[in-house]
């Protein structure tokens, strides 16, 4: 690429020290730290695949270091995507994207859902959080997330944990490359009801389109793919809150997480939902 490792670690958004030490192979780095040094380096995406699995072995000294569990390829793939994309949009329902979470709202989430075991949460957390290096770089993709009201006003956590999440929202909405807005619930049905996505759009080829289930990652990229979101995306920028309108709801909420009470207030709302 023609510049030095101190430039590359600042466009990457790590430290000097840490690509020093990566690169010396003084300390070992995680499979998602490798899928973005390389991917930023515009590797082509079966020969990062090929590298990691070369890489892969006994904790020795490898210079890979593992979760504690292979992480999935699909989820390689997004982070690859994420990593080369010059844009992305997203769209989430009932959760918090994972690139917002802070990692307090991570572990809530992954503990309450019951659906996995402690001993896999913190690598979990982990490797959320370095996914977040994408809004660290000096030149991160514009990314425009849409969250549904539902997701912010759903306890995860309880009231601290609520409140820091949306001072987080609040943070991340003020950079230039983050645009959240958030969709209503007065709005009623809309465009997104087919369930959460993310586009991601590159300079060099067509959008790419990435559908999360529990258990895998679905990539779309045909034409008639790409124009369903196109459309779905469009009916979003019709009903969503425009951004100056989502960050005065988002430090609302803030406020309202802080107060006192604010867990029983929580708790009455989901009882509530749960009776209708």
């Known amino acids: 690429m023609g510049i030095d490792a101190k430039e590359l670690a600042a466009r990457i958004g790590w430290s000097p ?25 515009r590797i082509p995406r079966e020969d990062i695949s090929r590298i990691i699995a070369l890489c892969t072995g ?14 999935p390829d699909e989820l ?21 994207d994972g690139l917002l979470q802070t990692e307090d709202y991570t572990r809530a989430m992954m503990r309450e859902s019951g659906l996995i075991p402690d001993s896999g949460i913190e690598p979990r957390v982990q490797a959320r959080k370095e ?54 619930a007065a709005a009623g049905a809309h465009a997104g009801l087919g369930g959460p996505f993310r586009m991601m759009r590159f300079e060099e080829h067509h959008p790419v389109i990435c559908l999360e289930t529990q258990n895998r990652s679905l990539f779309l990229e045909s034409v008639t793919d790409i124009a369903t979101y196109q459309l779905i995306l469009g009916g ?4 969503a809150l425009n951004a100056e309108e989502s960050r005065s ?26 009776q209708r």
């Not at 006994?58 to 992480?71: K, M």
Request: glycine content about 6%; proline content about 4%; overall charge negative.
């Open 236 to 239: 979003l920028a019709d009903v």
């Open 76 to 96: 390689r793939t997004l982070v690859l995507h994420e990593t080369i994309a010059s844009s992305i949009f997203a769209l989430e329902l009932n959760r918090i």
């Open 17 to 41: 020290a840490k690509m020093s030490r990566i690169e010396l192979g003084k300390s070992g780095c995680s499979e998602i730290d490798a899928a973005i040094y390389l991917g930023f380096l």
């Open 131 to 184: 996914r977040q290096t994408l809004l660290r770089r000096i030149s991160p993709p514009d990314i425009t997330f849409y969250i549904h009201e539902h997701a912010l006003r759903l306890p995860v956590g309880g009231n601290q944990v609520m409140h820091e999440q949306m001072l987080e929202l609040v943070f991340r909405s003020q950079r230039p490359c983050c645009t959240i807005r958030v969709i209503p």
């Open 58 to 71: 006994d904790e020795d000294g490898s210079w890979l270091r593992h979760h504690g569990q292979r992480l």
């Open 249 to 274: 709801m988002l430090v609302a909420l803030a406020s309202e997480y802080d107060r006192p009470g604010a867990d029983n207030d929580a708790d009455n709302v989901a009882q509530e939902q749960l």
